[in-house]
């Protein structure tokens, strides 16, 4: 596996860099949830030797600053102008090479986190998949809240997020992602900031994950919130990974697709339908997400049911397919005209196909892909599910 990928755009003069450090949410362990994010934000709080915050160096030379933090790994990452690159990559090395945060900076950032953890209990959507997540992947490093607690983030202590952090650098892999404007003797600035250890994940083996269809009142929300949700593992990796974006071009990720036309635009049971996909190293997961009134949400999720058992049985017709072929091709196109959709993607064919995969490979892809398989994949995946709901109960007014 490459530990610095390049994806090189002549005719552009900026480019997006991402430094991703291989420790997410499942790898935590117990008692320390929200470890992964809680370093994320202290990384925002390093300072260069004249005292600026790594932020300020990016954005004073023209750039944008932002990370996130997933289950499997840490994403910090700029889109800057061609000429900022050896200031901002100088920048990049301070994130590796120091950790010089205060007890003051910690224990505000701690309350920072704090706020994010409780603004979330406030989202229904938040909420729900977080209870979702909690049953389907119990015994996994994937039951647990990318944010964690508020327990665990105040137990955080200088001496303990210096260790961790250490540990972190020392023991994970680190790599480079690169795609806009580059020249050759850029490269030799990047290798002090990769570490070139096998990738870490969490093997989760889905026919031993827990199944279930439960639902609870919450006096908290008016509506009715649910999850459905699907998980498998890989047989053919990027057939399975292509299988579900047919199958959810067709069914929900468009106006034009089945249960959004069917839900919404037919019946008008909900405001809210939308798809979450997620691919692990070792295993996806496809959910949907609906809310709707009380009295609506038995209607609704027949009508899913429905239709997904009518996919299983019959499959897609001719123009349904032809339909997903075009929109993933669109959507491929348009992506690959951004920098920084572009330095994720890339970073994820070589973790996934371990290589670089370009426009026309994806597209031919597509085009010829196995319809035969598609069938197979959504009647092995998606012939059974979990749910959780909540039920509306609060008072309006």
């Known amino acids: 596996m490459e530990y610095i990928i390049i994806d090189p755009i002549d005719h552009i003069r900026s480019l997006s860099i991402g430094l991703v450090i291989n420790f997410g949410a499942s790898l935590e362990s117990k008692g320390k949830e929200g470890l992964a994010h809680f370093l994320e934000h ?12 790594i932020s300020r160096i990016v954005e004073e030379n023209g750039g944008i600053f932002n990370g996130y933090t997933t289950y499997e790994y840490i994403l910090i990452y700029a889109r800057i102008p061609y000429y900022s690159f050896y200031k901002v990559i100088e920048a990049f090395k301070f994130m590796i090479d120091k950790f010089d945060i205060t007890i003051d900076e910690l224990e505000t950032e701690k309350g920072v986190v704090i706020e994010e953890i409780r603004s979330s209990l406030d ?17 996994t490093g994937f039951s ?45 600035y990047l290798s002090p900031l990769v570490n070139e250890i096998e990738y870490q994940y969490n093997k989760v083996d889905v026919k031993k994950l827990r199944s279930f269809k439960k639902i609870d009142n919450s006096d908290k929300f008016n509506q009715s919130h649910f999850v459905l949700g699907f998980d498998f593992n890989y047989n053919d990796i990027m057939k399975d990974h292509y299988s579900v974006l047919f199958f959810n071009a067709i069914m929900l990720d468009t106006l034009s697709s089945r249960l959004f036309k069917k ?5 008008g049971l909900v405001y809210v339908i939308y798809p979450s996909i997620e691919f692990y190293k070792e295993f996806g997961s496809y959910s949907i997400y609906f809310s709707t009134s009380k009295e609506k949400y038995k209607e609704v999720l027949d ?49 996934f196909y371990n290589k670089i995969l370009s ?31 909540l039920i509306g109960e609060a008072k309006n007014g």
Do not use: C, W
């Open 144 to 188: 647990h809240s990318i944010l964690g607690n508020e327990d665990t983030i105040k137990n955080i202590t200088l001496e303990s997020i210096l260790k961790d952090r250490n540990l972190i650098f020392k023991k994970y892999p680190r790599f480079i992602s690169i795609s806009g404007y580059f020249k050759e003797n850029f490269l030799s």
């Open 359 to 389: 426009i026309d490979e994806r597209i031919n892809f597509i085009e010829n892909f196995d319809i035969d398989y598609l069938n197979y994949f959504i009647q092995t995946t998606f012939k059974d599910f979990s749910l959780y709901g």
């Open 263 to 267: 839900l919404r635009d037919d019946k």
């Open 42 to 53: 202290l990384i925002f709080r390093i300072k260069d030797k004249e005292g600026n915050y």
């Open 303 to 351: 009508i899913i049911e429905r239709e997904i058992y009518d996919i299983i049985k019959k499959g897609f017709s001719k123009s349904e397919i032809n339909f997903a072929k075009n929109y993933l091709k669109g959507q491929i196109i348009m992506s690959d005209e951004s920098p920084s959709r572009r330095m994720i993607n890339i970073f994820k064919h070589q973790l």
């Open 123 to 139: 989202d229904p959507e938040e909420v729900i998949f977080e209870r979702y997540n909690r049953l389907r992947y119990e015994g």
